[in-house]
């Protein structure tokens, strides 16, 4: 699980190195999500499993899909703006989302307990983003952090649908359909908008082959991983931006402030504190 969350970090490092190069931020998600797709349509193949789904689960499997392609969209969007470890920090709070919305949604009992955990997130966040005025790129905070947090809102939906309305389709399954849904939806709507722009020399091409690699050499590790661990154990994902965070600083230079690496601990020691409460 610490491998899945480095590999993810990686995927992200390697996106602001396409974007820094020319890549747009839609052929990223059209490239990745394509090469993803068409990889698990080739593994799933192998290993036998139908391509069915039920006919009362397609519509909300194609509402996870659009939703997925908007968190994708959003997310790459904000790594474009920001330094990529506060674009996914921000993101990050989509598991307190997640419980919020269940809570508001009758599916859970409120726990007063885990509103700490809650507001050692939003703590953390706020000194995570402290971001000096005259830094580089500080400008571009406000809309990095929008499309960062309508990143972790579509995610929040997507867990919200993933545990309740498409519990009986195969995770691997439902992995390949919002997939496949969402390289379709990138591909038509950048390319009728115009959104498609290709790396202008070999670091950006280098960017987006290696951000597509790690994204699949993930998911493949994380369909590996998670029968064979406890479910304690992946909150061992939550290293993704502190590991994020280490792979800016060494390949892109990017400074963090004490206060910054701080805040980070807390949004992630946070989460990893409410999924154990959780469980």
Not at 42 to 55: A, D, E, H
Not at 195 to 221: H, I, R, T
Request: contains cysteine; aromatic residues 10%; positive net charge.
């Amino acid at each position: 699980m610490l491998a899945v969350g480095c590999l993810f970090a990686s995927n992200h490092l390697n996106a602001r190195i396409a974007f820094d190069h020319g890549t747009s931020v839609g052929t990223a998600v059209s490239v990745r999500a394509t090469f993803t797709a068409l990889l698990l349509f080739v593994l799933m193949r192998l290993q036998g499993i139908r391509f069915t789904i039920p006919r009362d689960l397609r519509g909300r499997a194609l509402l996870a899909g659009v939703l997925i392609a908007t968190q994708s969209y959003c997310l790459y969007s904000a790594v474009s703006l920001i330094p990529p470890a506060l674009a996914l920090l921000v993101f990050q709070t989509s598991p307190v989302l997640y419980v919020l919305l269940t809570w508001t949604l009758g599916k859970e009992q409120p726990r007063l307990p885990a509103l700490a955990p809650m507001l050692l997130a939003l703590v953390g966040l706020a000194f995570a983003l402290n971001v000096r005025p005259g830094s580089a790129g500080a400008a571009n905070i406000p809309a990095g952090v929008a499309w960062a947090f309508a990143s972790g809102v579509s995610m929040t939906v997507v867990y919200y649908l993933n545990a309740n309305a498409l519990k009986p389709i195969d995770g691997r399954l439902r992995t390949f359909a919002m997939t496949a849904i969402t390289a379709s939806i990138i591909v038509i709507v950048a390319t009728a908008a115009g959104l498609q722009s290709l790396p202008k020399d070999g670091l950006g091409w280098m960017g987006l082959a290696f951000l597509s690699c790690f994204y699949c050499a993930a998911m493949m590790l994380l369909f590996y991983v998670l029968p064979r661990v406890p479910s304690t154990v992946t909150g061992a994902m939550n290293i993704e931006p502190i590991a994020l965070l280490v792979l800016t600083w060494v390949f892109l230079g990017y400074t963090v402030t004490p206060l910054q690496a701080m805040g980070a601990l807390f949004v992630v020691g946070a989460i990893a504190w409410l999924g154990l409460m959780k469980r």
